[in-house]
Structures are given as structure tokens and as C-alpha cells.
């Protein structure tokens, strides 16, 4: 996810200036940004790997052991993560009749079998099938229909608008962009729905339709994704000042960064016929309602888990499934050849594209061959994870584009190298929290000083109030 951030801060870059290459570059951007997004969870593998996934709280919690401490888990990254889902309790919600409509037991079954089988393929459909499982056990079978109706619509606005040609509505892009925040399911079919129609009336086989189409699936159901990745949507209802701070941290920060995120991804979307110009001009005003969006969401899950405990206990699982070697090689070939693909549209067949596919790859499998070890402890504790990644990567990046600029001639080469730069160095962080498995202190007092000094400093840096490129 951060790579994503780092990448749409570039492409940014790109399309405000002016040079010969400025349109090649910020598609090059896109292109890197389409491969990474395909991997949100690279910023987290690391930690994963080393045993300190989520999952694996939630199984210490119930008693179930997720692998030997400081160990590997036996999958490789079930990429949507949540909190400590443990509360054992039944309250009013579960009392309720909400979740009570026909196909009731056929949508909790769905509910925990999508995510977990997905997980043995491809993480990213696991955590977008896992996203809406608040609402799921909040609102039963009718929380399935949304995704049927926006497979539908989008589908129809596609025919519609030739392709895209045309413009698409305002109101029924956003409506799409914020009902697939709340469920990825949502955004999922929808982006189904417009990449069909796309196909076939022609506009998907051009480089403005391509990027259109990957553009509008990291908005319609990456943001989440993306987001849940830094900052976990499910958690255990709070009760302590501990986990009170916690939430507020999610809701503060997970809010701002998801409105950080479509603001500059909506920036660079623009589409055949220059199709989304309009709601590219909106792109300020949708930000800010993403932010207050996501911050409904962060609510509205911790009202499911307060509410909801019970149901949230038949709607989620704690397992983790293994994966064969064979689905493990499967998936491997299967990502670097979409990363090859999409690498090569964008930037043609040349060494810059083999050279980006490698670092590609060594970032997927180093973590997975790298043994954790518990020597040096004291090195975890300063390995960058979630929140500090970022801030890490956005330093190196505005360091890297400073530092380039007075010898790199052309704004395209600018971008490559820094981006090249920023990939290199999240490879040597995911290799460093595979080998020594970061930790958080358990020092109260420094934990709330700190995160709030590096929240306030992310936030900086991200607005390019810190250190500008």
C-alpha cells in the first residue's frame, strides 16, 4: 500500500510538469502503481511473515496456536486483516431481526468460506471478499444484493457512455467509489460490470482505456483494501483507555490517509476522450467525503463488533488455511506475469521493465525464504511497519526526486529512478521484518507520544509540508 502512495505522489509529480515525456512518464507510474496495488499487502508481508499477523492475535486470543512464536504461518498472507475479534459475548444486535432475512445460514457460510478459499489463491480477492463482513452480520443476505446491483449498473453506464468515451455521471461514479469503500465486494462487481463493457465496445484496447480500467479498480475496491492494510477496520469493541486510543488512531488515521489516497488517485484519472475530466476536477471536494466516509466506516464496524458480537464471531474466522507448493508456484507465475503485462503496456519491451519485474518478484517471495530469528531483539523495535513504512518510504522518495533532480535531464527517467529507489529500499525493510519480526513497545505512555508525533509527521509529509519534492 505504501508503494501505492509513493507512486501516485510521483505520478502527481509527473503531470505538473511539463516535459516531453510527461505523458509517458505518468502512465509509467500508473503502470508500477497497477502492479503494486495488485500486492497492497507487501507493506504488512513482512511482519506476516515473520508471524505477527492479525490472525494470528485473533487465534492467541481464542486459544488456537497460529505457528510456532517468531515462526512462519503455513499461508502465505490472508490480506485482509482485523483486530482481536474474541468477544465471546451476546448483546443486542444479535437479539435483533436485521440480519434475519431469507438465505440467512447460506450468507454466513458464503461470509467465512469466500475469504478463506480466495486466501489459498489470491489475498487480494480474499480480503475484498472478507471486507463486508460487518454488514453481512449486521443486515444477513440483503447485504449480497448491493454487489449484484452495481455489476448492473456499471455495466449499463458502460454501454451507455461507449466505453467511457463519453463522461460518466458524477453521482453515479461516487456512488459507486463510496459504496465500495464500505463493502470491496461492492466496488469489485462494479469494476466487473465497466471492464466488460469496456471489452466490448473496443475502449479497453487502447492505453487511456487500460489505465481507466486499472485507475477505477484501485478506487472502487482498493481503497479499502489499501486502507485495512495501515489501519484494521474490525476490532473488539473498546474498554480500556488502551484500546479507546487504538480506535481513535484507526478512525484518525486510516480516514485521512483513504482520503489522501482518492484525492491523488482521482487526480491522475482521466480516460479515453478525456472522459473523466470532470470528476477529475472534483477530485479536492470527493477527498475530503472520503475522509469523512471512511471515518463512518471505522464507526459503524466498531458499532458491528459492539453490537454484533455474536454474529461477527459466525461471520469471520480465525483460521488460517494452508497453501500447497503447487498453488504457492501458481499464484508466484500469476502475479509476475500480471505485473509483466501491465509493465510492458505501459513502457514497452526494454530493461527498465525486466529491471522493475525482478525487484517485483524479490520483494513477493524474499520475505517467504528469509528465516526469522530471536537474536537481536532489540532490532524489531526499530523495523518501520504500517504507519512508520510509510513515512519511511515517503521520506525516501522526496529524498530520492530532491536528490535526482539536478541530474536527471527528463521528467520521465526522474520518475523511474525514484521509483526504483523507494522499491529497493521497501525490499530491504520487508526483508528486515521477515528476519527480525517488529514489535510495538508496551510503554503506554511512549506508545501514545509517539504515535501521535508519527501520525502528525505522516500527515505533514503527505501534504508535502515536511519535506517537499
Not at 112 to 129: D, E, G, H
Request: proline content about 4%; charged content about 15%.
Amino acid at each position: 500500500m505504501s508503494a501505492s502512495r509513493e507512486l501516485a505522489h510521483l505520478a502527481h509529480v509527473v503531470l505538473t510538469s511539463h516535459g516531453p515525456k510527461a505523458t509517458t512518464a505518468a502512465s509509467a507510474a500508473v503502470a508500477a502503481r497497477a502492479a503494486t496495488a495488485a500486492r497492497a499487502g507487501s507493506a504488512a508481508r513482512a511482519g506476516k511473515a515473520a508471524g505477527t499477523t492479525s490472525s494470528r492475535s485473533i487465534a492467541a486470543i481464542k486459544g488456537k496456536a497460529g505457528g510456532k512464536a517468531g515462526g512462519k504461518p503455513l499461508t502465505r498472507k490472508v490480506e485482509l486483516r482485523s483486530g482481536a475479534l474474541g468477544d465471546q459475548r451476546r448483546a443486542w444486535g444479535d437479539r435483533s431481526g436485521t440480519f434475519a432475512a431469507p438465505g440467512q445460514r447460506w450468507s454466513d457460510a458464503l461470509s467465512v468460506a469466500a475469504p478463506l478459499t480466495l486466501a489459498r489463491y489470491s489475498p487480494i480477492a480474499s480480503s475484498i471478499a472478507g471486507d463486508g463482513a460487518y454488514l453481512r452480520a449486521m443486515f444477513g443476505s440483503l447485504a449480497w444484493l448491493l454487489p449484484g446491483l452495481s455489476f448492473v449498473t456499471m455495466a449499463s453506464f458502460g454501454v451507455a457512455t461507449d466505453g467511457f468515451r463519453t463522461p460518466l455521471p458524477l453521482w453515479a461514479f461516487c456512488a459507486v467509489l463510496f459504496a465500495g469503500l464500505f463493502d470491496a465486494g461492492i466496488g469489485f462487481t462494479a469494476t466487473i460490470g465497466a471492464l466488460l463493457a469496456c471489452i466490448a465496445l473496443g475502449s479497453f484496447f487502447s492505453l487511456a482505456g487500460f489505465t481507466m480500467v486499472v485507475m477505477l479498480a484501485a478506487l472502487w475496491c482498493g481503497l479499502p483494501v489499501m486502507v485495512g492494510k495501515v489501519r484494521v477496520y474490525l476490532r473488539d469493541a473498546p474498554n480500556d483507555v488502551a484500546s479507546w486510543y487504538r480506535r481513535l488512531g484507526d478512525i484518525t488515521i486510516g480516514s485521512l490517509l483513504c482520503g489522501y489516497l482518492g484525492f491523488k488517485f482521482i487526480g491522475i484519472l482521466t480516460g479515453p476522450n478525456n472522459s473523466f475530466a470532470g470528476i477529475h476536477s472534483n477530485a479536492h471536494d470527493i477527498g475530503w467525503w472520503l475522509v469523512f466516509a471512511t471515518a463512518l466506516k471505522y464507526l459503524i464496524t466498531t458499532l458491528a463488533s459492539h453490537g454484533y458480537p455474536e454474529r461477527m464471531q459466525t461471520c469471520t474466522s480465525d483460521e488460517v488455511p494452508t497453501r500447497s507448493r503447487h498453488v504457492e508456484l501458481f499464484s508466484l507465475v500469476g502475479r509476475g506475469t500480471a505485473a509483466f503485462v501491465v509493465f510492458v503496456a505501459f513502457l514497452g519491451f526494454n530493461w527498465m521493465v525486466l529491471t522493475l519485474l525482478a525487484l517485483y518478484l524479490i520483494d513477493v517471495i524474499l520475505p517467504d525464504v528469509i528465516k526469522p530469528t530471536d537474536a537481536h531483539p532489540a532490532v524489531r523495535f526499530f523495523v518501520p511497519q504500517n504507519l512508520g513504512k510509510i513515512f519511511t518510504l515517503t521520506l525516501v522518495s522526496a529524498c530520492a526526486t530532491i536528490a535526482l533532480k539536478s541530474h536527471v535531464d527528463s521528467t520521465y527517467h526522474l520518475v523511474i529512478d525514484a521509483l526504483f529507489i523507494v522499491m529497493v529500499v521497501a525490499i530491504i525493510n520487508n526483508a528486515a521484518a521477515a528476519r527480525w519480526s517488529p514489535r510495538e513497545l508496551n510503554r503506554p505512555s511512549i506508545l501514545y507520544i509517539g504515535g501521535f508525533a508519527l501520525a502528525a509527521l505522516t500527515i505533514l509529509q503527505l501534504s508535502d509540508h515536511l519535506i517537499k519534492a
